[in-house]
C-alpha cells in the first residue's frame, strides 16, 4: 500500500500527530510558574537537578581537555541531540521531552577534541525567542495563551536524535518533519523532504539503516490513526511510503526490522481524539488490554500479521535479525506501564526526588514466530537491574547482532534523594549471558553510549564505546571512551568541557 500526501490529506487525515484545535484556554492543572520556582528551589537542595536545568547560552564551543590516552584511531565527530532550553523567562516546561533542541558535534581529531553546540533554529525556536515568551503547546505543556498551532512543525522542536545520511545531517523529533542540519556550523537549513508529495509527513526519530544504506523509517498521525512507513535508499531517494491504520491510535516511540520485516510495538496508551490538555495528557493508559505487535512485510506493506503482547511501555529495541528458520529475535527496554514518561519526567522537571526503582525498565528479549505467527517475550536479567539507551554495533543493524551497549543501574542499591537515575554503562554479550559494567562516580550522571567500531575489523568485538556524562559537582559534560573489551576497567580517556550541558537524549558518531 502507498501513499502520498494527496491521499493523507483526501482520507479526512491531516498530518497532525499533534492536535491542532481544543488548545485555547486550556491549561494543565498545575500553574505555570510553578515548576520554574519548584526546580530552582530545588536545584539548592538537589545539586545534581542542574542535569535538567535550561542551557544559558543559544551556542556553545569550546576546547576539551584530554586526561588518559586518546586512541589514536578513533577519529571522527560525535552528534548529539537532546532537549536544552527548557526554560523562557521564568516560564519553565512541565516535561523533560519539551525543551527546544541543541544539536552538539564533538569533533576528535588529531588536534584533540573540540566540541560545539547550537540551539535548533525551528519554526518554534525562532518566533519564541523574538516573542520572549513560550508560545506553543508542546508534548507536555499547554503555556498561558497559546497560539494557534497550523502545521505539526510549528511545534516541531527537533529535539530527540540526529541522522547523518547520504551526505545530510538532519536533527529529528518524533511527529513532524527532519531538520536539515550544516554539519560545519550546525545552523539550521530548514525542514527537510525527502520527496515533494511527503513534505511535511512526521518522520520519527528511530530510523533503521541497513549496512548498505537501505533506510526504514515509521511516523504516526494521531488523530487520523495512522502509521506512516519510509522506504529511503542509500542516495536519499525515496523508495516507497505505507500506511497502516491504527485503531485506537498510540504513541510508539522506536521499531526494528529485519531481513524481510518491519516489527512495531503498540503499546496500550491510547490517543483519545476528544482530549483536551498537553499531547502527552491526549493518551489513555489501559493496562487491561494488549500491546499490539504487528509484523509488516518489507516487500509489500499491506501483508501484515498482528500479534498479542501483555500490556506493556518500550521506548527503545536493541535490534531485531532473522535466522534461517524464521525466527525473529530483538531485545527492548520493557516497562509495566508508561509512567516513566507520563509521571516521572514530569515530576523531575519540578526538582522532586524520582525513585527511579518505582517505573524502571528491564531488559527482555521477544522473539517471533514466522511460521506459527506466536510472539513471547522473556526478561534476560533480574528485576533489580534497570536499563535504558540500547545500542548495537551500527554494521549488523537488521542483521544478527551479539553485543548490545546500554545505559544500566541497580535499583536496590538507592539511597534516598540523591540522583536515583541509570549510573552504569554495561556491554551485554548475548552468547554468554554475560554483562560487563561500569559505575560512574555519585558526581556523573551518563547519557547514551555508543559503540564505535575500529576502522578496518569486521568484529563486534573490536572498537570502542564512546558516551557522555553530565558531571554536577565538576559541572562539566565529559566525554569517555572504553575498550569494549574491559569497559569494567573504567574510560581508556576522557574528553573535559569546560561546561555542563542538559542531559540529552541520542548520537550518532561519524567516522573520519
Ligand atoms: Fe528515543
Keep these: 500500500m502507498s501513499i502520498n500526501r494527496r491521499q493523507l490529506l483526501t482520507a479526512g487525515a491531516g498530518l497532525m500527530a499533534f492536535p491542532l484545535s481544543g488548545l485555547s484556554g486550556a491549561l494543565t492543572t498545575d500553574s505555570t510558574d510553578s515548576y520554574y520556582h519548584q526546580f530552582h528551589r530545588a536545584l539548592q537542595q538537589r545539586p545534581w537537578l542542574s542535569a535538567y536545568q535550561s542551557v544559558k547560552q543559544h551556542s ?3 576546547q576539551a581537555r584530554i586526561s588518559g590516552v586518546w586512541p589514536a584511531d578513533l577519529r571522527g565527530t560525535l552528534y548529539r541531540n537532546g532537549p536544552a532550553q527548557h526554560e523562557i523567562g521564568s516560564f519553565r516546561y512541565q516535561h523533560w521531552f519539551d525543551g527546544d533542541g541543541m544539536l552538539q558535534a564533538f569533533r576528535i581529531s588529531d588536534g584533540g577534541v573540540t566540541h560545539q553546540a547550537k540551539m535548533i533554529a525551528t519554526e518554534k525556536y525562532i518566533a519564541e525567542s523574538a516573542a520572549q515568551r ?3 503547546p508542546t508534548f507536555g505543556t499547554v503555556p498561558p495563551n497559546p497560539a494557534a498551532v497550523i502545521s505539526p512543525d510549528a511545534v516541531n522542536v527537533g529535539n530527540i536524535s540526529v541522522l547523518p545520511h547520504h551526505g545530510k545531517l538532519l536533527a529529528l523529533w518524533e511527529a513532524g518533519s527532519a531538520w536539515e542540519m550544516d ?13 515533494d508529495n511527503m513534505r511535511g509527513v512526521p518522520f520519527s526519530a528511530h530510523p533503521r539503516i541497513e549496512s548498505d544504506g537501505t533506510l526504514w523509517n515509521f511516523g504516526y498521525l494521531s488523530s487520523a490513526g495512522l502509521l506512516v ?19 485506537p491510535m498510540t504513541m510508539p516511540h522506536d521499531f526494528v526490522v529485519t531481513e524481510k520485516h518491519i516489527i512495531l510495538l503498540l503499546p496500550p496508551f491510547h490517543y483519545e481524539t476528544r482530549a483536551q490538555g498537553a499531547f502527552i495528557d491526549r493518551h489513555q493508559w489501559n493496562a487491561d488490554q494488549a500491546t499490539r505487535v504487528v509484523v509488516i512485510s518489507k516487500q509489500d506493506f499491506s501483508v501484515q500479521k498482528w500479534l498479542d503482547l501483555p500490556a506493556q511501555w518500550v521506548f527503545h529495541f536493541s535490534n531485531a535479525w532473522e535466522d534461517r528458520s524464521g525466527t525473529i529475535r530483538f531485545q527492548g527496554v520493557r516497562y509495566t506501564s508508561p509512567n516513566i514518561m507520563s509521571k516521572d519526567f514530569r515530576d523531575i522537571m519540578r526538582g522532586d526526588w524520582v525513585n527511579a526503582a518505582d517505573n524502571a525498565g528491564q531488559l527482555y528479549e521477544y522473539t517471533i514466530n514466522t511460521k506459527n505467527w506466536t510472539v513471547s517475550e522473556t526478561a534476560l536479567w533480574s ?11 551500527p554494521r549488523v543493524s537488521c ?3 551479539r553485543r548490545i551497549v546500554m545505559l544500566t543501574g541497580d535499583t536496590m542499591k538507592r539511597s534516598p534523594h540523591s540522583y536515583s537515575g541509570l549510573n552504569e554503562v554495561s556491554v551485554a554479550n548475548l552468547e554468554s549471558g554475560e554483562r560487563q559494567f561500569y559505575r560512574y562516580a555519585d558526581s556523573q550522571i551518563p547519557e547514551e553510549h555508543l559503540f564505535v567500531a575500529k576502522s578496518g575489523s569486521r568484529a563486534e568485538t573490536d572498537g570502542w564505546l564512546l558516551g557522555t556524562v553530565h558531571d554536577w559537582v ?4 565529559l566525554l569517555n571512551v572504553f575498550d ?7 574510560p581508556i580517556a576522557q574528553a573535559a568541557l569546560p561546561y555542563a550541558l542538559p542531559l540529552g537524549l541520542h548520537g550518532k558518531f561519524v567516522e573520519g
Aim: charged content about 20%; hydrophobic content about 40%.
Design 183 to 195: 554539519a560545519d556550523s550546525l545552523d539550521t537549513k530548514g525542514t527537510y523532504a525527502f520527496s
Design 474 to 477: 565538576k559541572q562539566a559534560t
Design 383 to 393: 528485576a533489580n537491574v534497570a536499563a535504558e539507551f540500547p545500542t548495537i554495533d
Design 229 to 247: 512507513l519510509w522506504n529511503i535508499d542509500a542516495t536519499g531517494k525515496l523508495v516507497k511510503a505505507g500506511k497502516v491504520k491504527v485503531d
Design 60 to 62: 556553545y564551543s569550546s
Design 484 to 490: 569494549i573489551n574491559s569497559v569494567d576497567a573504567g
Design 399 to 401: 542483521q544478527q547482532h
Design 134 to 136: 513560550a508560545l506553543y
